[in-house]
């Protein structure tokens, strides 16, 4: 037996159930400038690898929001890394802040420049990915945003045969409603080869 929903009912709240099936997600912890130079970091948890070669990452603005201004305005942002130890802070820079504040500083987020692009890094995110945009979709009430990677930064001490390591990343991720997600429990599998 199952419960069957209709997306396009108004008593169905597709946004919720997606949400809470589509687990767990990521988070683009994004940080962007304002065409003022006002800085906006907020998180988005549609967010995933968009290309291969050239390397490209994608995130989603549910409606239109500060960081899709922005990124529209300056052609620039960089995704940052949420570990365990940020969720805190991640969460509170998703609260409705004006344009005009800067929520790295109302939070108290240490940002730094980054290495390529003319937007800082999350100072404490063990990793970043630099990126210009390459071209933004709208949907519905929504902004699939697709940015060119410019550099990848990984904390050295993450590194372990040049790749990051599960154990140092940490990364938390979004669940459904108010939940999140803890670092994975790792398990392997290796890809079966052709016949």
């Known amino acids: 037996m199952r419960t069957v929903f209709d997306p396009t009912d108004p008593d169905t709240n597709a946004y919720d159930l997606l949400t809470s099936i589509v687990v767990p997600r990521p988070i683009a912890w994004v940080t962007s400038l304002g065409a003022d130079g006002i800085g906006n970091l907020a998180p ?3 967010f995933n690898v968009a290309c291969q070669r050239p390397a490209m ?35 509170a820079s998703s609260a409705p802040f004006g344009p005009e504040v800067d929520e790295a500083s109302s939070v108290g987020v240490r940002l730094e420049p980054s290495e390529v692009v003319p937007v800082p890094r999350v100072a404490g995110s063990p990793t970043s990915i630099e990126c210009r945009l390459h071209s ?15 550099a990848i930064t990984v904390r050295s001490d993450a590194l372990t045969d040049g790749r990051p390591t599960m154990e140092a990343l940490r990364p938390v991720s979004r669940l459904g409603r108010d939940e999140w997600g803890h670092s994975p429990e790792v ?9």
């Not at 949420?82 to 805190?88: C, I, N, P």
């Not at 392997?188 to 016949?195: F, G, H, I, T, Y």
């Open 57 to 91: 990452i994608s995130f989603t603005s549910v409606g239109r929001k500060d960081t899709l201004r922005n990124v529209l305005a300056t052609e620039f942002f960089v995704v940052n890394l949420v570990s365990e130890e940020l969720a805190e802070l991640a969460n």
């Open 136 to 150: 933004s979709i709208k949907l519905g009430n929504s902004h699939l945003v697709i940015g060119e990677v410019k």
């Open 187 to 195: 398990f392997r599998l290796e890809r079966p080869r052709r016949p």
């Open 44 to 46: 988005h948890s549609f």
